[in-house]
Antibody
Framework: QVQLVQSGAEVKKPGASVKVSCKAS????????LHWVRQAPGQGLEWMGI????????DYAQKFHDRVTMTRDTSTSTVFMELSSLRSEDTAMYYC?????????????WGQGTMVTVSS | DVQVTQSPSSLSVSVGDRVTITCQAS??????LNWYQQKPGKAPKLLIY???TLETGVPSRFSGNGSGTHFSFTISSLQPEDIATYYC?????????FGQGTKLEIK
């Protein structure tokens, strides 16, 4: 079945970096953009950026543009999100999500989430 | 950037109630508005896309309406399994953005 499977939970110290993976299966990897969305504990959803699996083109939310890097490995149908200079406010659940190539680019498949905790 | 204002932030409801949530965009976004349901500890689930199209497998008690700047989402008769937080999302242009969420609680 179509699914996105993310890497496991991470605990990092302030100032460190974290790299989260998201492996796609059950569909043609090149057909859909992939996004990263995060959710701090008890808070709402926050879009971080988008990557196109074929060309690797990216577009990041202004808030993260100097700290986030999204990459992909087409040989394993996996996308990665690396966030640097971590601070306590980056403690959140990080989701990857696939968007459907239709008018509103709805996020129809989501990963299970990766909890990133930033603590000294 | 397009901002999306969702209301109310929370709603106390009973089984069988008709529930309506609204989202207002800061500028016209055509019908590029989606609705998601999120239960505690779970990833969001797509319910409605392009403002009014029901995602496959989603019960028909869920519906969406609107275009331009004003949108609504309705549950015609609330079921116990509908207790969750609901989010709207605009994707007319990047950056896409989510509403603040509406948490449904049992009265």
């Amino acid at each position: 079945q179509v699914q996105l499977v993310q890497s496991g939970a991470e605990v990092k110290k302030p100032g460190a970096s974290v790299k989260v993976s998201c492996k796609a299966s059950g569909y043609t990897f090149s057909s859909n953009y992939l996004h990263w969305v995060r959710q701090a504990p008890g808070q709402g959803l926050e879009w971080m950026g988008i990557i196109h699996p074929t060309g690797g083109n990216t577009d990041y939310a202004q808030k993260f543009h100097d700290r986030v890097t999204m990459t992909r490995d087409t040989s394993t149908s996996t996308v990665f999100m690396e966030l640097s200079s971590l601070r306590s406010e980056d403690t959140a659940m990080y989701y990857c999500a696939r968007s459907r190539p239709s008018g509103s680019e709805a996020f129809d498949i989501w990963g299970q989430g990766t909890m990133v905790t930033v603590s000294s | 950037d397009v901002q999306v204002t969702q209301s109310p932030s929370s709603l106390s409801v009973s089984v069988g109630d008709r529930v309506t949530i609204t989202c207002q965009a800061s500028q016209g976004i055509k019908n590029y508005l989606n609705w998601y349901q999120q239960k505690p500890g779970k990833a969001p689930k797509l319910l409605i896309y392009d403002a009014s199209t029901l995602e496959t497998g989603v019960p028909s008690r869920f519906s969406g309406n609107g275009s331009g700047t004003h949108f609504s989402f309705t549950i015609s008769s609330l079921q116990p399994e509908d207790i969750a937080t609901y989010y709207c999302q605009q994707f007319d242009s990047l950056p896409c953005s989510f509403g603040q969420g509406t948490k449904l609680e049992i009265k």
